[in-house]
């Protein structure tokens, strides 16, 4: 969309809309907009103007939509109706790709995009800020969504002033609105005889042109602004104290009323499915019987689901509460950190569509009400935004390959070099991918693995050589059951590296601080090569690694090794046998009277999130701030590049910010209940 | 669910007390069952075939609760034989309708239902096959889908968890782009406490979901009920509990309430609403 200068405003009687409407069949698209349908405004294919909804208004409540008729022949004498427009910009389901399998050989076919032309008829200026926002959200990332990109590129902007608003609308709070300013081809404000029409871009100056309208009279401009005024002013006084919201709300996050809206919220995901903005997807798979083609299509998902946050062995928001709160605070906080906007544009959707009438404006008052003048703000804990996240260095620890891995967005295949048990529940999958990017792969990186009719699963790269990779797994689920089943020669999808990783130059010249729980030392273990590659440019090294039992400890050759090889090797165990000479305890027992006061160790820690909570713990106490401090933390993955949404911890995606964050940077969020 | 079961794995499909729509969803594949058979070799299935077995079972297909003394015995028969038991429909994994007797005066109904009473050998309760033994799985609905059969059998060839969402019938009314019968139409709709699963039909069609799937994960009864007694009189949404779920603890205090209402038990008369 080209902004064009801004043209008179011309007039075209409400007879005359068909022109509009042929004019845009004849560029050949296809238009989409409002029709009553099953007692509601739903946007839907319009062939001619008779199928707008004549006379038709709306009436909206918290939990409560009713359409009414009207004696008006106004087409647009309603507010917004249960469907945004991401139906068409971010349908309900995209088919992805077409992942097949014959015998041990995978392939893996992206879906064509090729979105028809549209043009939507009768977006609000809610709507198009929701546009806007969605740009942002699935456009303008570090990784873009095609799909999208084309859908949206594909369809023209038809925008309609609001002359009215309803109860639920709270737009003017949230600075989208009543008045359409920017992001449309074409703007129309209806009055009681046709429309004022206006242009916002080249194609809507070319659209105007064609249909040669006369001028607007001065009486029918002054009714645009009227009309406008009028809807602003019914809004007065039912908006959200937006100014500081996002810090306030991030203060609030163990306020009790999350516990008193969980009772009331049945966590059934339709505010997140009738918001314009909410953008959370989840790849299912239909597969034939034998898993030969397995079809896999991208959907609609919501946080209030109840798989949304699990992982294999727990789910991360188990309660209606810990989802709630999610849902809020990212629509109307972490959503600033991560795209620069709020994720709210106060169409009210959220509102009208609860069945149980939640209303996000008395939640957020009862919540993170504007502090009370001239008193100051009490100071704020609250984790840092996503500007103070930056790019860690990180060396790869293969020196034969390029420093800066290519993102790549598509699977490519694999071959499996061999699958060799480690302990009772975990094992090495060794693979040769045969895009030799993903052998960029830095410490504590991951790669997403692929099998056809499975979801794909995020497994850290536990070392690089020799042209593989070396994964190593547990077979927690079905999915990485089905790993230890691989015969060598069979291929899987691969796709990476992804995320974050150690940030080795960090240690440089410094003592280094390893601490691993249990399987938590498969993604240390490339930071340990990468440190041993170059031993003499780092001060003492230590690895402290605790497990379970002495058998479910990792590469038992190699703790000798290390232990030879400049390393100093603690470990200790739960629960012993009588073979067992070493300490029992947990991990931290082995950080307990250590002290690296002043020598600005840095420590890199993974395994289960309690126990990283008690080893920051320690090690803060021994004198490593929480900026040196690197925690690799754990989360649903499904996308791996950002845009499923799964993975968040307030303003983070795990996938992309992380996995491996500093304490400082997860602040208060790091440990807390329900994130 | 475990991996991949054998190469042709050894399939039954029973019922207890039931009304066989649920194993008939096996029969409504039609282009499937070819294949299926192909695959898997059905071994007892009297709905289909004369031929029967004793198993043992890889995969033991229940419909239907436990009514009486026998079908108790029975299923725990059975579960001695079957590796994987997944309970197919409402009666087996709720207890169907016909618990509602649980909440009722069971000699009682028997006398005013069949002329000979003494016939009938009954337990004073329908229950859930998952009351009585292990269910390693359970496809939802009265009757089940076939797309989650089909999902089911799938996923075990496979060896995938099968993808059974446990959101709610809202998620696939909005995905289909229907009109909330709750919100637009006033109707008394249970589609936010209900498991999806069933492509959110009624809403298609503008009628309010009775759950027949049950309650889904976090059925938060009492704020709907509350929201829903806001225009109707609660006896009205106590009975919308009082289904082919109704003795699925998350809708066992609103179902009791309507049975008892209904029969007098709490001494309000007869059908106090009527």
């Known amino acids: 969309m080209v902004t064009a200068a801004p043209q008179r405003p011309a007039f075209l009687p409400r007879g005359e809309l068909d022109r509009l409407l042929d004019l845009l069949h004849e560029d050949g698209r296809t238009v989409i907009g ?71 050989t995978v392939s893996f076919e992206p879906a064509v995009s090729e979105p028809q032309r549209l043009a939507f008829l009768g977006v609000r200026a809610c709507e198009i800020a929701a546009l806007l926002v969605q740009d942002r959200v699935l456009a303008a990332g570090p990784f873009a969504d095609d799909d999208f990109r084309a859908r949206r590129a594909n369809a023209m902007v038809i925008a309609v002033q609001c002359t009215r608003a309803g109860s639920t609308c709270f737009c003017t709070s949230m600075g989208t609105g009543p008045e359409v300013t920017d992001g449309y081809d074409l703007v129309l404000t209806e009055l009681d005889d046709g429309f004022v029409v206006g242009a916002g871009s080249q194609a809507g100056e070319r659209l105007l042109s064609q249909l040669a309208p006369a001028a607007a009279s001065k009486a029918q401009q002054q009714a645009v602004t009227d009309g406008v005024a009028a809807a602003r002013a019914t809004m007065a006084d039912q908006g959200v104290a937006a100014e500081g919201l996002p810090a306030r709300l991030m203060d609030r996050l163990d306020h009790p009323r999350w516990a008193e809206v969980a009772d009331r919220c049945l966590a059934c995901a339709n505010c997140t499915m009738v918001c314009p903005t909410c953008f959370c997807t989840s790849v299912g798979n239909v597969s034939d019987l034998d898993g030969a083609t397995n079809q896999t299509e991208r959907r609609w998902d919501s946080c209030f689901n109840g798989d949304f946050a699990r992982v294999a062995g727990g789910n991360f928001r188990p309660r209606r509460q810990d989802r709630y709160r999610q849902w809020l605070t990212h629509k109307f906080a972490t959503w600033h950190d991560q795209f620069g906007t709020s994720g709210c544009v106060g169409c009210g959707r959220c509102i009208a569509w609860c069945p149980v009438g939640i209303d996000v404006r008395e939640e957020l008052a009862a919540i993170a009400p504007p502090y009370e003048e001239p008193a100051a703000p009490p100071p704020a804990i609250r984790p840092p935004s996503l500007d103070a996240l930056v790019p860690l260095p990180m060396v790869s620890y293969s020196p ?12 490519s295949v694999a071959t499996v070099r061999a699958v060799a048990g480690e302990t009772a529940d975990t094992f090495m999958l060794w693979l040769q991918p045969d895009d030799e990017g993903l052998l960029a792969a830095r410490p504590g990186q991951f790669v997403m693995v692929d099998q056809p009719g499975f979801s794909p699963v995020p497994i850290s790269v536990s070392r690089v050589a020799d042209g593989a990779l070396w994964l190593t797994v547990r077979a927690a689920g079905a999915a990485t059951q089905a790993f230890t089943t691989l015969q060598p020669g069979a291929q899987v999808g691969l796709r990476g590296p992804l995320g974050r990783g150690w940030p080795i130059d960090r240690a440089l010249g410094r003592d280094v601080v390893i601490v691993a729980g249990g399987i938590g030392l498969a993604p ?43 390393v100093e090797v603690a470990q200790i165990v739960d629960r012993a046998g009588p073979e067992w000479l070493g300490q029992v305890g947990v991990v931290t027992q082995l950080l307990d009277r250590r002290d690296w006061k002043g020598r600005q160790a840095v420590a890199f820690v993974c395994g289960p999130e309690r126990m990283m909570q008690a080893t920051v713990s320690t090690l803060r106490t021994a004198g490593i701030t929480r900026r040196r401090i690197f925690v690799s933390m754990e989360r649903h993955m499904d996308c791996g590049v950002g845009i499923c949404g799964h993975c968040q911890i307030g303003p983070f995606f795990v996938c992309r910010d992380g996995p491996v964050f500093t304490v400082a940077e997860l602040g208060d969020l790091f440990g807390r209940e329900g994130m | 669910m475990e991996a991949a079961v054998g190469a ?196 298609a069609y503008g009628r309010a979901c009775y759950a027949c799937f049950g309650p889904r994960e976090q059925a938060n009864v009492p704020s709907l009920h509350g929201w829903l ?40 008369g007869d059908d106090a609403d009527a």
């Open chain 1, 34 to 104: 409002p029709i009553a349908r099953d007692g509601a405004i739903v946007y839907d294919e319009i062939r001619s103007a008779a199928e707008l909804p004549a006379g038709w208004t709306d009436e909206q409540a918290p939990g409560r939509y009713r359409l009414n008729r009207t004696d008006s022949p106004r087409l647009f004498n309603y507010t917004v109706g249960p469907q945004g427009w991401k139906r068409y910009t971010q349908p309900p389901r995209v088919p992805l790709a077409t992942a097949t399998r014959d015998g041990a």
């Open chain 1, 400 to 411: 034969s390959v390029a420093q800066e891995p290519a993102f790549r967005a598509d699977t």
């Open chain 1, 524 to 566: 240390l273990r490339p930071a340990l090569d990468a440190v041993l590659a170059q031993r003499d440019r780092f001060g003492d090294v230590l690895l402290a690694y605790g497990a379970r039992t002495p058998a479910d400890r990792l590469y038992l050759p190699e703790l000798d090794a290390w232990a030879h090889a400049g």
């Open chain 2, 8 to 203: 042709k794995p050894r399939v039954g499909v029973v019922k207890l007390a039931s009304c066989d729509g649920c194993q008939l969803t096996l029969l409504d594949l039609e282009e499937q069952l070819l294949p299926l058979t192909e695959r898997f070799e059905l071994i007892e299935f009297p709905e289909a075939t004369s031929r029967r077995s004793t198993g043992p079972y890889d995969v033991l297909l229940v419909e239907g609760s436990v009514s009486t003394r026998e079908q108790l015995e029975e299923i725990i028969h059975l579960r001695s034989q079957t590796r994987l038991l997944v309970t197919i429909g409402a009666c087996a994994n709720a207890g169907g309708i016909q618990a509602l007797r649980n909440w009722a005066d069971e000699p009682a109904w028997r006398a005013a239902v069949y002329p000979t009473p003494d016939y009938i050998e009954s337990l004073a309760t329908s229950t859930p096959v998952a009351e009585h033994v292990q269910v390693d799985a359970e496809l939802r609905g009265c009757p089940i889908d076939p797309r989650q059969l089909l999902e089911l059998l799938t996923a075990l060839r496979i060896g995938r968890r099968p993808q059974l969402d446990g959101e709610s019938v809202c998620l696939e009314c909005k995905r289909r782009g229907n009109v909330c019968v709750l919100v637009a139409g006033g109707q008394p709709c249970l589609g936010p406490l209900t498991q999806t699963g069933c492509g959110a039909i009624c809403p």
């Open chain 2, 229 to 268: 007694g806001r225009e109707l009189p609660q006896v009205q949404v106590d009975r919308l509990f009082a289904g082919f779920n109704a003795w699925s603890p998350p809708f066992r205090d609103p179902a009791a309430r309507a049975v008892r209402r209904a029969h007098g038990r709490d001494g309000a």
